[in-house]
């Protein structure tokens, strides 16, 4: 029988989510609990509908020639590595095809040991590009802002230095949380550590998931909270030093 993956929905064209235009796939699961999730509703796997590799691979090829030189498929969530097991099957099948591979993860189930990293491995073989997320650089406020720990996350992003696989580095940033300049310095020495990133960007919080928090009877914690300014997002971005990856990458 085929290894099936919960999916929580496609996007067939999408063109902010790696290099080039993506078909992005939209996992169902996650560890992570954050204040700010815009995803509640991918929080449980079995919420999903199940797909094989073959059936999303198909429907994603079905799109093939709006990718350009650059273009392919990108997994999302919820938690791509949540599903570690179909995730390899479908990037294993996806170079297969020559399809180019990127998972957008905030690494919460990643951890270097036993069978669960050997998978882990075998995957970055057949991913081209990561797109990751730190939620916070402060233990104790990542703690509080997802529920769990981010020492193995700061690992992962160790582990994918290592072995040189390219990253894009994204940063959400809410005021009274995340939008704290001494939190930021923090942030960008942790990425001058790195020598595989190839873009870091600011993602301004935004609390239009609202209304999905209500559908689901589920409390949103940030509710009062606004949006930061487009000054505070531009402090952000010079602390960062996002025009430098940028050029870099150029």
Known sequence: MALSGYIHQLESFG???GPGSRFII???GCPFRCLYC?????WEMTR???YTADELLDEAESCRDYWGKKGGITVSGGEPLAQLDFLLELFTKAKERGINTCIDTAGGPFKREGEWFEKFKKLMEVTDILLVDIKHINEEEHKKLTGLT???VRDMFAYLDEIKKPIWIRHVLVPGIT???EYLTQ????IRTLHNVERVEILPYHGLAISKYKDLGIEYPLEKTESPTQERVENARAILECEKYVKWKE
């Open 187 to 190: 942030t960008r020495d942790f």
């Open 15 to 17: 063109c902010a989510d």
């Open 150 to 152: 981010g020492k193995n």
């Open 26 to 28: 939209f996992f169902s």
């Open 48 to 50: 999903g509908k199940p």
């Open 38 to 42: 815009h995803n509640p509703d991918t």
């Open 179 to 181: 939008d704290n300049d």
